[in-house]
């Protein structure tokens, strides 16, 4: 859009620019810069337009983004190119990805380059390498406190090894994904380390304050994230004489987005680590970005600012990168990290679906879909050009985050049923064998969350144990029905390392002072790549896994259907153990998948008149995955026990 007082406000950065940019061949920029300016100044206006050096910091600002494209390697500037003409290049069924631990996964970087080829045998050809980062080594947060933005943590290999494993997958096709920690630091960071020597500059990069006033002014409505290892939202600090805000723990400092030198800083961040050629940044923890006194400091007006700002500065310098949002929220707020009213994401592409993972963790315990389906249901359409990071899980705690309205009309109380799920995991119910551990216990709220592998919470560790063939066998299945959901669903579905080999919860973390008092450690496995290669002996139960979920990946990828165009109707059926949808072409009426979930132990029935089959699947089907008709007993649909169907017209 053309604004007068905007575009004169271009003029003057583009006349006064510093030569060495001027010079430059920059027509892409350019354009980019026309088109986004408008935007970008009303944002940058909006944020920081009462100070009175606004112009000189739009001038850092521009230039900022200058720098990086100039900055940007050749090869990336054509795939910016090629990504603009195919805009819709990540919603498509073909990806699919893997989070993972560098060191647990292959001790290093060059390691890592060694196992490539594991991705590709799966199939999988999306990389989220968890935060490289050169971190404390005793205060990581599992490399979510960075001491360096610009380094990598020496123990993985230089910043060489990182480029000679991009180029290799690249050349492979394979996407990256990494993390910008951009809501803190660490407290060894050169900025906290400036402001703790008393620099009032560094101290504004943070939220520190002299007394207690204003802490205790955000105490009383900011709930806590670790309650059981970190209290309270601010830390004195000897050295500064200064209480310090940190949310999370208090080696980890909340970076000041009202300071606009802040939001360059980190812009500069991350147009750095998009040329050095990661294909997709997770930004962490984007719902705390900005804090008001009197309110939760969560999913805040101004934090969408920043990241709608910061989407548009990366459009112009960096248009093939696009971000993920990760932002474990409610529903209705975590739909507005896309942008709210309109069609293309305004803030991040992508966003973690922590709903849909919760509501089927709710569904494996009850083995019924009410919740799952009520969830659903109420979850808000989001935009066309935007998608969802469906898992099963992450790195983090499973927390049971989903709506009490939703809860309540499934006809459960949501204390008391939160208080099942928790028990249910930790494996304190009577009819359970899960290996969860609780995680973040808050004795104020009643809040618990749960850590542990996928395999030991669905009960293959004490399947195993007990040598019990039957329940080693319904683990398994659960395995597969979980995963066969999210990569169903409409998105991209994110595997977690070792959950396609069934890899169990990992005590090792018991004996590391650094991590014992954090659960999480126990599904940060380190994977054994003996057991790794029975993935290829049948019989095995890695074997199960592995062959069955490559086989699934290669279905997904050649079901148009399954590509992310919001293009999913919830299908509501009698049966409470069946979660049923169906995915369908926008474009070609009669293109259907009709994706059907068993949760319980017990073979189920799906009435096939009750269901508008000419609508949601014409007949004879087949289900896609194992290439066969299903059973169909007196026009109704047999499921066997956790099982599922992804069904299609003959
Ligand atoms: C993010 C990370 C989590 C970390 C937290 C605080 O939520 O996923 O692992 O503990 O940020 O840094």
């Given amino acids: 859009m053309y604004e007068q007082i905007a575009h004169s ?14 010079d430059q061949d920059l027509r892409h920029f350019y354009t980019r810069l026309g088109a986004n300016f408008y935007a970008i100044h009303s944002l940058f206006k909006n944020l920081y337009g009462d100070r009175e050096d606004f112009d000189q910091q739009a001038q850092d600002l521009v230039e900022t983004m200058a720098r990086g494209y100039i900055n940007r390697a050749p090869e990336l500037r054509r795939l910016d190119l090629d990504r603009e003409k195919d805009f819709n290049w990540f919603l498509s069924q073909e990806w699919v990805g893997m ?17 490539l080829s594991y991705f590709q045998e799966l199939g999988v050809n999306l990389v989220h390498i968890m935060p490289l980062m050169r971190c404390p080594q005793d205060k990581s947060d599992g490399g979510y406190a960075v001491s360096d933005f610009r380094d990598i943590n020496p123990a993985m290999g230089t910043m060489d090894d990182l480029g000679d494993l991009i180029a290799e997958m690249k050349q492979r096709d394979l996407l990256l994904v990494l993390d910008v920690v951009v809501n803190h630091t660490s407290d060894q960071h050169e900025w906290a380390q400036h402001a703790q020597a008393g620099e009032k500059t560094y101290q504004e990069y943070y939220y520190t304050f002299k007394n207690r006033d204003i802490p205790d ?11 059981e290892t970190a209290p309270g939202n601010f830390t004195w ?46 930004l962490d923890a984007v719902a705390f970005l900005w804090k008001k006194i009197g309110s939760t400091c969560q999913n805040e007006r101004e934090a969408h600012l920043i990241l709608q700002l910061l989407k548009d500065c990366c459009q112009v310098t960096a248009p093939g990168v696009v971000f993920i949002a990760e932002a474990i929220v409610a529903p209705v707020e975590v739909i507005k990290y896309f942008g709210e009213d309109a069609v293309i994401a305004k803030e991040c592409e992508i966003a973690y679906n922590a709903t849909f993972m919760a509501l089927l963790w709710d569904a494996v315990a009850t083995k019924n879909a009410r919740l799952l389906n009520q969830g659903i249901k109420n ?7 935007a998608t969802w990071l469906n898992y099963i899980r992450c790195h983090d705690d499973i927390g049971f985050g989903f709506d009490d309205r939703d809860i309540l009309l499934c006809g459960y109380e949501p204390v008391s049923h939160r208080k099942f799920l928790v ?28 850590s542990g592998a996928l395999a030991s919470l669905v009960g293959l560790e ?5 040598n019990d063939e039957q329940a080693i066998h319904d683990s398994i299945k659960i395995i597969l029905l979980l995963h066969s959901m999210i990569m169903a669903f409409g998105g991209i579905p994110l595997f977690y390392y070792g959950d396609a080999i069934g890899t169990l919860n990992d005590d090792s973390y018991l004996n590391d002072p650094n991590k014992m008092w954090d659960s999480r450690w126990v599904h940060r496995p380190a994977i054994d790549w003996q057991k790794a290669e029975r993935r290829n002996l049948p019989d095995t139960v890695e074997f199960k896994i592995f062959s069955a979920l490559k086989r699934m ?4 990828k050649e079901v148009a259907v399954f590509a992310d165009h919001n293009n999913r109707e919830l299908i509501e059926v009698d049966n409470p153990h069946l979660f049923v949808f169906s995915r369908y072409h926008l474009r070609r009426p009669g293109e259907r998948v009709l994706v059907v979930g068993n949760f319980s132990n017990k073979p189920q029935h799906l009435n096939l008149d009750n269901l508008d089959v000419k609508d949601a699947c014409n007949r004879p089907m087949v289900d896609l995955y194992r290439g066969e008709s299903p059973e169909i007993f007196k026009n109704s649909l047999v499921i066997p026990p956790f099982s599922f169907y992804w069904l299609s017209g003959g």
């Fill in 9 to 22: 406000l271009l003029n003057d950065i583009l006349n006064r620019i510093k030569p060495e940019i001027r």
């Fill in 99 to 115: 989070a993972l631990y560098c060191d647990g996964f292959a001790g290093d970087l060059n390691g890592l380059q060694n196992k």
């Fill in 217 to 227: 002014m955000f105490e009383q409505s900011m709930p806590e994230v670790f309650p």
């Fill in 237 to 282: 600090n000897n050295q500064m004489e200064r209480w310090v805000m940190t949310v999370f723990n208090d080696y980890q400092w909340y970076l000041n987005y009202s300071n606009p030198a802040v939001f360059i800083e980190m812009l500069d961040i991350i147009l750095y680590w998009a040329n050095q050629g990661a294909d997709i940044l997770r």
């Fill in 379 to 385: 979850l808000p359409v989001k935009l066309d050009r």
């Fill in 423 to 450: 028990d249910y995991y930790t494996g304190q119910y009577e009819d359970s064998h899960a290996k969860g551990r609780p995680f973040g216990q808050n004795l104020k709220t009643g809040d618990t969350r749960i």
């Fill in 462 to 466: 004490h399947a195993l144990a007990e």
């Fill in 553 to 556: 990946i290669s279905v997904r």
